[in-house]
């Protein structure tokens, strides 16, 4: 599967040449466009100077480069954007558990705990002959560090008082200073310098080929498949530990699985994105997936697709501007990603919230307007244009059509402003509840139901607060006020059996409270 993706040639050819297929490359095609063309001005301030912060200048791709790029012309373009993809991937995947077991930080951790391995490896393996710079040893090296990172965070977390946190920040700080000062004896050896370990620290995506792209396609595909074959036992982990306990499930070795698919998805993004900004791939894409959905199959294979798609369009800003990291390059993109789902997200997105916010807030507004019209009406208030002190809405509908309230009626009832009110009775008037006359509003058939209901299911919930929670009639309005409006008819119905009054058909209790005027509420 790996080899006819990565054949050399002098251009790419697609294995799959069906009609959805080609959708499928140009729609990554596009998104990678759209990405590159939003780095512009990145490019362009580091353009403006002579050398870049590394002491390179970083020019504008030319055309030629952005076709070659965006076509996936080159062999070591398809090899690295083919690497980064899957290691995107995995770590998606990965990091939506751990998101979800409150250890977003276990990445971090572990990554920065598998500097000591990287520099040990070095130095054993020079000691002995070998190449100390091989990447089979210095991923063994990592491997046996991280690891024994996992060891210290599990300790501290099961034999002390500590909290997870703790432990985290123990392993994190521990082995990144003993991978430092490490470093510094590998820096003053005879037989080699730390050079070719900063592609460890800081990432070296370019100088991927096709046995590392295979590498680490083999030890993401190894996560995936870890992932998928504990997929309930690492879901009911995340969401209730104890639980999972009680039902025989072996809790601390699930915890090891877990923290071991992410020391293996770390050790192998070492050399993509580094140890320092590997977390950001466990995190970003499975934050970025919350944004979207509850359901937590979707939001593993969402974060899984968020963080293949982050290194695709991250590997290729890599390749079009080759003197800017590609670790960042890769981590860039995916905030980016994460930032559009922050604003777009359908589930916990900005937009979404900010149209729900808007849209109960405009229910409550109205259901306080049909009350206020009803209670009025109910009264035979003062400034109705109808016949002074009926009982309104004892009534039935018929005897309400010449009655109507004035606007400083309802003004005097609730503080709203004068240009909420009115945006609120438009609203009430397109959905045929209430009608507009000169100054003064009236209840169509529909609004006087509706109006019954609420003043009925307010009511209701004031005398069972004031007969079962002893809340004060003075204050019960309030209190009422704040839950009346999530009250269902299987809520309502248990309110009546509590307080023994069933209706007949629309039978409105009177108010337990009146205002300091004198007009219910």
């Not at 993706?5 to 040449?17: C, D, E, I």
């Not at 700080?173 to 370990?197: C, E, I, P, W, Y």
């Not at 293949?308 to 590609?326: Q, T």
Request: hydrophobic residues 50%.
């Amino acid at each position: 599967m790996i080899r006819p993706f990565l054949s050399r040639g002098t251009g790419f050819q697609p294995v799959n040449r069906s009609s959805q297929a080609g959708s499928l490359c140009h729609a990554l095609q596009t998104m990678v466009f759209l990405f590159l063309f939003s780095m512009a001005p990145v490019a362009c301030t580091a353009q403006s100077s002579t050398e870049s912060i590394a002491g390179r200048s970083v020019t504008w791709p030319t055309p030629s480069q952005w076709r070659r790029v965006v076509l996936l012309e080159d062999y070591n373009t398809r090899v690295v954007l083919f690497g980064v993809t899957v290691l995107g991937a995995a770590a998606g995947l990965v990091g939506s558990f751990t998101l979800l077991r409150k250890r977003a930080l276990l990445g971090d951790a572990l990554s920065h705990a598998t500097l000591p391995g990287l520099a040990l490896a070095f130095i054993v393996a020079s000691g002995l002959g070998m190449d100390g710079k091989s990447l089979p040893i210095l991923l063994f090296g990592a491997t046996l560090s991280g690891l024994l990172g996992v060891a210290v965070v599990l300790i501290v977390r099961s034999q002390t008082r500590l909290k997870e946190d703790a432990g985290l920040g123990i392993a994190l700080s521990v082995f990144f200073g003993a991978g430092m000062a490490l470093l510094g004896v590998v820096q003053q050896m005879d037989t080699g310098h730390a050079a070719g370990l900063e592609s460890f620290i800081y990432g070296k995506t370019a100088s991927m080929n096709a046995n590392d792209a295979n590498l680490i396609a083999a030890a993401s595909l190894i996560g995936i498949a870890g992932c998928l074959f504990l997929f309930k036992e690492f879901k009911l982990l995340c969401f209730d530990e104890s639980f999972a306990g009680s039902r025989g499930m072996p809790v601390l070795g699930l915890d090891l699985a877990l923290m071991s698919l992410v020391v293996l998805v770390t050790i192998v993004g070492l050399q993509a994105v580094g140890l320092i900004l590997v977390v950001a791939l466990f995190v970003t894409p499975a934050a970025a997936a919350r944004f979207w959905t509850e359901k937590m199959w979707v939001t593993a294979w969402l974060a899984a697709l968020i963080g293949g798609v982050g290194g695709v369009l991250g590997g290729a800003a890599s390749a079009l501007f080759p003197r800017l990291p590609s670790g960042a390059m890769i981590v860039l993109a995916s905030t980016t990603l994460f930032g559009c789902s922050m604003l777009f997200g359908t589930e916990r997105g900005l937009l979404v919230r900010w149209h729900r916010r808007y849209s109960v807030n405009r229910r409550i507004r109205r259901q306080h307007l049909l009350r206020g019209l009803y209670e009025l009406l109910e009264l035979g208030a003062s400034g109705a244009s109808g016949e002074s002190g009926a009982s309104g809405a004892s009534g039935d509908h018929a005897t309400l059509k010449s009655k109507s309230i004035s606007i400083d009626q309802l003004m005097a009832i609730r503080s709203w402003s004068k240009r909420q009110l009115w945006r609120t009775i438009r609203s009430a008037a397109r959905e045929e509840l209430v009608t507009i006359g000169e100054q003064a509003i009236g209840l169509t058939r529909a609004g006087y139901v509706e109006g019954a209901r609420l003043t009925r299911q307010h009511r209701l919930w004031e005398l069972y607060l004031i007969t079962h929670a002893e809340v004060a009639a003075s204050r019960v309005d309030r209190d009422a006020d704040a839950i009346e409006h999530v009250l269902g008819p299987d809520m309502i119905d248990e309110l009546e059996t509590l307080l023994e009054q069933r209706p007949v058909e629309i039978a409105v209790p009177e108010s337990p409270h009146t205002t300091s005027d004198g007009v219910a509420t």
